[in-house]
Structures are given as C-alpha cells and as structure tokens.
C-alpha cells in the first residue's frame, strides 16, 4: 500500500498460541482442552465442562453460568484464571433426539462457550479457521500444552459435521484430556474444527480387526451452526478469520472513489492529516515525516480494508462546512455504498456501538432480538435475530447483520439518504433502555445519521416510533382482576366472583355485582366479558383477565368459559377474546421470601429464556434446587409431563416465586410436550398472553388441536385480591363502575 504499511506480525506456527487449559478434577488437574476465539470468549467441549465440574461426561443439563478455571500453555508463568459458562450446546445422541447415552462413542452437538472477565494476556491470540476437509494433514494437543504431547493425525473421512482422525503407530496419540483443543491444518495454518473423542477397542484381547488410533472431531462447520442455532454465533469471524482486507479484482470503483478523494483533501497537508488518523484507527502504519499519501493510495485504502471508507468520511464530516464538500462528501459515501469492504460504520462507532451492545446484551439477553422484531417488523430478520434471545458472543454476528440490511422504506426529504435498518433499530432498544444509556445511545444515532446525510427528520420520526413502542406493556389494553372463592357448601363447579377494573393511573375500581351468590362458568364469563369490553376503547390493546384461584383451580378452564349471552349465534369462549391468565398468590404466603423472590424473578423475567421442566427433571425436590441455584433468578418455567408430576412441578414454580408458568392441562406425560411450540414457549415473554390468545383461537377451529395452555402471569406490580379486599371491603363502584346485575 505504499505510504501505509502493515505492521509486521507473523501468522502463528501452530495453534498452542490459543491453546486453553480447562482445569478440573484436582488443583491444576487437565480436565481438557479448549481454544481462544475472540477477545474475552473460549470455546471447548461440553463434556470437557461436566467433567471439570465432577460431573458424568455427557450430561445434558445445562449447568447454568458456572465458573471454571482456565489457564494458558502459551503463557506458564501466568496463574490460572476464571471463566463463566455464557453458552452451552448440549450432548445428544447423533441417531435420534434426546440425551446422548453415558458410554456412546459418537454423539452430536457438546459445545461450551466461556467468557473470561479481562483479555488473555500477551501472546494469546485468536487463530484463523478454515473448513475441514478429507486428507487434510491436522495437529491436536493435550490440555496442558507441553510441546511433546502434539499428536499429528490425517482427516481419514468427513460428511461436513464430524471427521474421522487415524493416526501413526508412532508418536503420541489422541487421547483423555485433548478433547476441546483445537485441530490445526499443518498445510492451510488454520484450524479446522475441535478434538470430540476417540473409537476404542473393546475389551479383551486385542484382534486385527480391531479400530486402533482413531479419533474423532466436530468441523469448523458445524461449529458455527451449533453456535449459531444456540444463539452463540459470530465468535468465528463472518469471513472465516482470514485478516481484515477485502481484495477485489475490479479496479473500475477504485478509481472513481479518487475523484471526491482529489475534491476533499487535494491539499497534501489535509491529505496527510486525514490519512494520518485513519492509519491510526486502521492499525495501519503511516510515516511521521510529514509526507502525504498519493490520492491512488488513499483510494486504494478505501477500496480494499474494512471499514477505512467509513472511518474517513467521519473524520471528514467534522470539518465539512460548505454544500459544495458536502456534496463531494455524500459522493464519497454513495460510492461506498458499492465497496465491499466499506461497510456502514467506521471503526470508532461500530467499536462504541458493540461495547455498548454487548453491556445490554449481558443484562438483557432478549433487549435486542426484542427492539429489531419491532424495528424491522415488515422485514425478515437476519439469522442471528431469529430467536427471543441473545447471548453476549452472538452480539458481533447480530451487528454485522444488521450493518448490511436495507434501509428504511419510508419516503426521505430532498432526495437525502435513508435511514439504516441499524440505527433503527439502535433507536429502539435506546427507547427501551432509557435514562443516560439511552440518550448515549441516541447521541450515537445523531452523529452516526448527520455522517451519513440522513436528513433530521426521518431519524425524529423513528424516535418517535421507538418512544410510542417502548411505552407499551403486556397488554395495552384494560386489565380486569378476578377472584374465584368457594364456601365449602357451595354447589360443585359453582365460585363466588370478585371483580375489579384497573383504571389508568394504575387504581383499581369494584366492578362486579352486589350479591356473593356462587356462579357457574358461563356466568363468570359473562360478567367478565362485560366488565372488560365494556372498558375497550380505539386504539387499545387486548384487555388482560387475570383470574386469582386457589390451588385446586389452577386446572380450571377458565379460558373455555362461554361467555355469549343467550341468543347469540357463535359461542364466545373468554380465552379467545382476552388474555386470560391465572393467578395463585395462597402458595406463595407458604414462603417467608416470597414477596422478594417474585419481585427480583419479575425485574429479570427478560434476561433468559424459559426453563424447560421436562422429562429431565425427576422430581419437585430437583427442581427446587435448580430454582434455588444455577435459575436463581429464573422468570419463567414451562412445566411438562403427567398430571400429578405437573402438579408438584407447578406447586413448586408459585412456592418458589416464579411469575410466569405456562403448561398444557391436558397433557397426559411427556410424549405431548411438543404441542406447545407452536404458541413458542421461548418466544419474546411480554407478546406470550397474545401468543396463547392465538392458539386458544385456533385450538376452537381444529378439534384434532388436544392442547389447553394454562398461563400463570404474576405481574409483580398489580395488586392482589386481599389488598384490593381491605382497600375497598365490599362497597358498589364508584359513578360507572356499579354492580353488575
């Protein structure tokens, strides 16, 4: 490049440079291997993780963000260190779903991601990848590290996810305690995929026809879809890690960038300057002796590594001041538009932004998925988007995504530039996050919008929108309270209704009828379809219906309650026009932490996605102890199996503070757990009442539809029936708000 020049550093010989020590089962013991991927993340087996806790190799569960120590062969002298558990793959069987078999000698999927609290030191650094592939020459090395133990074996077969390793009867070979580490391409200088395990022989007698010195690993390809599918993608760079230049062969764009180049720093001394500045930015070394770099070079620059054409219009944009260099300016970055190593964001903002995002991301693991749904919503979501959920590794994939999305479809003033799907959607999880992160981030859509030439305007309008958004709540609409009572005289599936609307300013108001007599189901519901259509306004939500039972009713069909009054031609189950969910605060007054434990599980309901209580968890006492430590705060639970176990499950859920519990009444054991995803269980939390409206819906339409999701929705801040008891004990409504005949 000339008047820039690269700094010397010399591709690693191997991969012990990034080698990881996962240590485990004794003070300084080699549980296995692992491998630096990019800054403060590593990447090693899941079985590696269960064995470092004492665990057996291929358990499934997923231990939650557990701490390891870790330590790094390249630098000895330097003391082990912890790392968290951020993302976890499962081992499962490679022949069916489920668990993978304790003794299996191949099983897919077993992948962990742990996150370091500071950078490895000097001289740990991130390898390049590659794609494995059959006859490749591969090198792996055990946990600790020592130079002797490398093992050398050649790729004998591979489908794409798993290859086959045979090595030579000499030397070392691959064994416990390398699995994890990484598989480095002697002939490519890369690494190709992770040590997985090895094909034994049986016991006995050795024969001839017996396996010897074969091994097993999973790809760099399937790698990067595991991640991807567990919300991990991005720790492998999107161009596979092979440096920070983009070469193309057509020299035709190059050399129309030369021309707003020549208009805006035709001066050398400006030239200079600039240029100066984006070497530093780049990590690009630039003379100190006053010299400029040609126009062609800068150009070059511009054309061929990432991010230096965005990174020059910022430093260019300070000092624009005139229409005419504006105009020279917004050429420059038109034509950008077309340069493949460009990108939207220049080096400082897209640093910013993802130190900014990642923070939020490790708070709010849903904050981003949640904001670009609702950003994008006409659009399809770029793939690390798809889930509810976001881990912290996954943040630079979901960024680099959403930098190359079309812009907003909306009409522009004056012809100026759209605005980016990306600062879009920056200005919506700014809504959401409010306070000084918020006005930080939107301080950020400023500068990054007025670089661009996006008219003032359309970013106002977007921030509107995202204001309008972030105000919502779970249902936008009226929010009806109901209390279902039983004396113990009272007729069967007869309860004594008690109702309250919320009003705006959040206080409740008396709206059910003067008398106490028991009511059966159709009655309820037509009360309570009185109350809350009758509180229905444009531009208003679904109302909410939340329904205070006793435990012997959480089983209740309160969702399938005919609410039509007679003469009507269609039936008007309740579950079908309103949230309907349920409400059980008598279990938790059994625990002496309960108002606490609901109140914290409530305020980190977003951070995770919900706990699966299925075939895994054996027992009420299990669970318990799940929700006591590695879901601590978990904020939602999804309780599958038989009606009895379900029960104990569910008890435990309310016991233990839990505020959203979705299960399927109908359910007879585990074989229908499935019949819940299409409400998607895991989907974004604040949209699952409207979720289960909709399949309730469409479970009246299809007979052959057997499930009936129950939802427990405990919001922490409405109040409870008792409260509402002693703040209004018994008198009619206020003027609007009377009894109900």
């Not at 890690?241 to 001394?269: I, K, T």
């Not at 020059?312 to 005139?322: F, I, K, N, P, Q």
């Not at 939500?541 to 269609?570: I, R, T």
Request: hydrophobic share 40%; aromatic share 4%; proline share 9%.
């Amino acid at each position: 490049m000339g008047w820039f020049t690269v700094p010397a550093d010399e591709p690693p010989a191997d991969a012990r440079g990034a080698l990881v020590k996962v240590v485990g089962g004794g003070p300084g013991r080699t549980a296995g291997a692992g491998v630096h991927l990019a800054a403060r993340h590593l990447l090693t087996c899941a079985h590696v993780v269960n064995t470092a806790l004492g665990l057996r190799p291929l358990t499934h569960r997923d231990p939650g963000p557990v701490r390891l120590d870790v330590a790094f062969p390249a630098v000895p002298h330097v003391a082990a260190v912890s790392a968290r558990l951020v993302a976890w793959v499962a081992p499962r069987a490679a022949d069916r779903p489920g668990p993978a078999p304790e003794g299996a000698l191949e099983w897919a999927g077993d992948l962990a991601v742990l996150e370091l609290d500071e950078p490895p030191p000097d001289p740990v650094r991130p390898l390049p990848w590659t794609d494995m592939a059959t006859g490749q020459e591969v090198r792996a090395w055990y946990g600790g590290g020592q130079p002797f133990t490398y093992a050398d074996v050649r790729v004998s077969a591979c489908d794409g996810s798993v290859g086959y390793l045979d090595g030579q009867l000499s030397g070392a070979a691959v064994e416990e305690g390398y699995s994890g580490g990484p598989l480095w391409s002697l002939h490519d200088a890369a690494a190709v995929g992770l040590v997985m395990g090895r094909i034994t022989a049986p016991g006995g007698a050795f024969a001839a026809q017996h396996t010897v010195r074969r091994s097993w690993g999973i790809t760099r390809q399937a790698i990067e879809a595991e991640l991807v599918r567990a919300g991990a993608g991005g720790l492998l760079p999107p161009d596979g890690g092979h440096g920070a230049a983009v070469h193309p062969e057509d020299s035709g764009l190059r050399d129309m960038l030369a021309g707003p180049v020549q208009a805006l720093l035709g001066a050398p001394a400006d030239r200079a300057a600039h240029a100066t500045v984006l070497g530093a930015e780049l990590g690009l070394r630039t003379p100190s002796d006053g010299s400029a770099p040609t126009v062609e070079e800068l150009a070059t620059v511009l054309y061929t590594v990432r991010r230096a054409l965005p990174t020059l219009t910022e430093s260019l944009a300070r000092t624009v001041t005139d229409s005419g260099d504006r105009a020279e300016l917004d050429r420059l970055l038109g034509l950008g538009r077309l340069v493949e190593a460009a990108g939207l964001l220049s080096v400082g903002e897209h640093r910013k932004l993802l130190a900014k995002l990642t923070d939020l991301t490790a708070r709010d693991p849903g904050l981003l998925p949640r904001a670009a749904a609702e950003a994008l919503q006409y659009m399809a979501l770029p793939a690390p988007l798809h889930g509810a959920r976001l881990s912290v590794p996954a943040v630079p994939a979901a960024l680099h995504a959403l930098e190359t999305w079309p812009g907003d479809c909306t009409p522009v003033p004056n012809e100026t530039p759209r605005l980016p799907a990306l600062v879009r959607v920056v200005e919506y999880v700014a809504a959401e996050v409010g306070g000084l992160v918020g006005e930080v981030l939107r301080e950020w859509s400023v500068r990054v919008a007025q670089r661009l030439g996006v008219h003032a305007s359309a970013l106002d309008e977007r921030r509107a929108d995202a204001a309008r958004w972030a105000a919502r709540t779970a249902s936008a609409g009226t929010c009806v309270l109901v209390e279902l009572t039983r004396h113990t005289d009272d007729p069967p599936d007869r309860y004594r209704c008690s109702l309250w609307r919320l009003r705006d300013d959040g206080t409740a108001a008396r709206a059910g009828p003067g008398d106490d007599r028991p009511l059966d189901g159709a009655q309820i519901a037509r009360l309570v379809r009185t109350v809350a259509s009758g509180a229905e306004g444009p531009g208003r939500g679904v109302p909410m219906v939340a329904v205070a039972v006793g435990p012997d009713g959480l089983q209740l069909p309160v969702d399938e309650w005919d609410g039509a009054e007679p003469g009507e031609l269609y039936p008007a189950p309740l579950g079908e026009d309103f949230l309907v969910v349920l409400r059980c605060p008598q279990v938790r007054r059994h625990s002496r932490t309960a108002r606490h434990d609901l109140s914290r599980r409530w305020d980190a309901r977003r951070r995770t996605g919900p706990l699966i209580a299925g075939e895994e968890v054996t027992s009420d006492r299990e669970l318990m102890g799940m929700l006591k430590t590695t879901h601590r705060d978990q904020g939602s639970v999804v309780v599958h199996g038989p009606p009895k176990h379900r029960a104990q499950l569910l008890n435990v859920c309310l016991f233990m503070g839990v505020p959203i519990v979705l299960w399927d009444r109908e359910a007879v054991d585990h074989r229908q757990a499935a019949r819940l995803e299409p409400s998607r269980p895991s989907g974004p939390l604040e949209e699952l009442p409207e979720r289960i409206r909709h399949f309730r819906v469409r479970a009246h339409m299809d007979p052959a539809q057997a499930a009936r999701p129950a939802l427990v929705w405990e919001d922490a801040g409405l109040p409870l029936p008792d409260e509402l008891q002693l703040a209004d004990p018994g008198g009619p409504a206020g003027p609007g708000e009377g009894p109900l005949g």
